[in-house]
């Protein structure tokens, strides 16, 4: 079993490390937040991932935490840099983090490998080698290890992956990553680095572009009266197509898809290409936010002075992360039509990122008189909201439900109002009756 050096206690570095220390690996997390160092040294998650806690506990004996780089260096056979790499204001990765990694990595030994788990621009790979170089770390060999792991399913993804994508330009250095993964049971795909680094790009992008795509069929379906969750499960059975990603709702948000398809937009741009398709992507996503604005219109006018409860704040179920959630842009535009906005989720904490909105502890406070609740977020919670109790509760009972998450039938057999994302029985969809064709006299 060998020594891992992790940098960074965020979701990717906190996971990963977890899951080698699960593999048998010594494992040594550095991290520059004290606080968090203390927290994590107490046996205490800074985050909420399933199944985190449990992975930690069992394997707390193979898991050091530090602020210091050297221990994390030392001995290692491999350093994964875990650190995260967000948008700068002109689109492109901030790789600052990055960069103090290297800064931080006196001490460590010529024969180690240092693996980029970090999602970075195609390219970064050289720029490491470079800037390891002028550190006179020569001998340091460097593997790109892109990460795979979705929130919410984290711990499952890192024990489970369809693929491990290893690039390195040193078959050695690549082995060596190999290796550390050879407990899982997974097909190991082996290539240059700038190919290892442009896989985790595409990889995002084009889940992405299905759930873009499968939104637009959504707002086409809403036009003629089909159903664009039957829609879904037709194209899925198509075994070329495969079912994953064709969720309609309102949109991608989290750390991953909206920045990574910023990335490979300006990537390619940057190079001189013009990426139309990643361009629609963007664009469709930002619209699809807005389209329950303009559903709580269609029932309701004029939004000043209406209460709207967002229910499900979170990018997505099971996670506490609110990055880019479609919550606050959804918050932000209804505040701005004058609407009164309550909130509600089982474990975001948006603070600052809804400010004012009215966070509430239950989904009964947040649909008090509301004049209609919003679903956001398909939390497990939601599935009963249809209820008498919530119905009496609010003072017009509409549900705009944003992930498709209840049967609409039921929830208007209640007395609700419904409206999904692509729906047939959206009150809103169908074409409009036209009268047969004139016949002209013969
Ligand atoms: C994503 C990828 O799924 C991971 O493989 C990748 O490693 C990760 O980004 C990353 O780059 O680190 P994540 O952002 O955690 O993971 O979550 P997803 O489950 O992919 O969902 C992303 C967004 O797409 C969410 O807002 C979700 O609600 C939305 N989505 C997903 C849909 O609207 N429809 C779908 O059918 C699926």
Known sequence: MSKIGIFGAGYVGLVTGAGFAALGHDVTIREIVPE????????RLPIYEPGLDKLFEQNRERLQFT????????????????????????????????????????GIASDT?????????????????????????????????????????????????????????????????????????ATVVRMDVASAEMVKLAANAFLATRISFINEIAN?????????????RGIGLDHRLGPHFLRAGIGFGGSCFPKDVSFLKLLAGNSGYHFQLVNAVIEVNELQKR??????????????????????????PNT???????????????????????????????????TGVALCDTVLDAVRDADAAVIVTEWDEL??????????????????????LLDPKAVEQLGFSYEGIGRASSPFSGLP??????????
Not at 36 to 43: I, N, P, T
């Open 67 to 106: 602020t210091a780089p050297e221990e994390a260096v030392e001995g290692a056979e491999a350093v994964f840099v875990c650190v995260g790499t967000p948008a700068t204001y002109s689109g492109d990765a901030d790789l600052s983090a990055v960069w103090t990694v290297l800064d931080d990595l006196q």
């Open 113 to 185: 490998v240092l693996v980029m788990k970090s999602t970075v621009p195609v390219g970064t790979g050289d720029r490491v080698r470079a800037a390891l170089d002028t550190r006179g770390l020569n001998e340091v060999s460097y593997v790109s290890n892109p990460e795979f792991l979705a929130e919410g399913s984290a711990t499952h993804d890192f024990m489970n992956p369809d693929r491990i994508v290893i690039g390195s330009d040193d078959e050695a250095a690549g082995d060596v990553v190999e290796e550390l993964h050879a407990k899982l049971d």
């Open 383 to 404: 599935r009963e909201l249809a209820s008498p109790e919530v119905r009496d509760a609010m003072r017009n009972p509409l549900i705009v439900d944003g992930r498709n």
């Open 220 to 232: 086409v379906c809403e036009l003629v009266g089909a159903d664009v969750d039957e829609v879904a």
């Open 36 to 43: 968090r160092v203390d927290e994590l040294q107490a046996g």
């Open 291 to 316: 389209r329950v604005v303009s559903k709580l219109q269609k029932h309701l006018g004029q939004l000043a002075g209406k209460r709207i409860a967002l229910l499900g704040l979170a990018f997505k």
């Open 320 to 354: 506490d992360d609110m990055r880019e959630a479609p919550s606050i842009v959804l918050a932000s535009r209804l505040l701005a039509e004058g609407a009164e906005v309550r909130g509600w989720d089982p474990v975001a904490r948006p603070g600052g990122l809804l």
């Open 433 to 442: 009756e036209t009268a047969e064709p004139e016949r002209k006299p013969a």
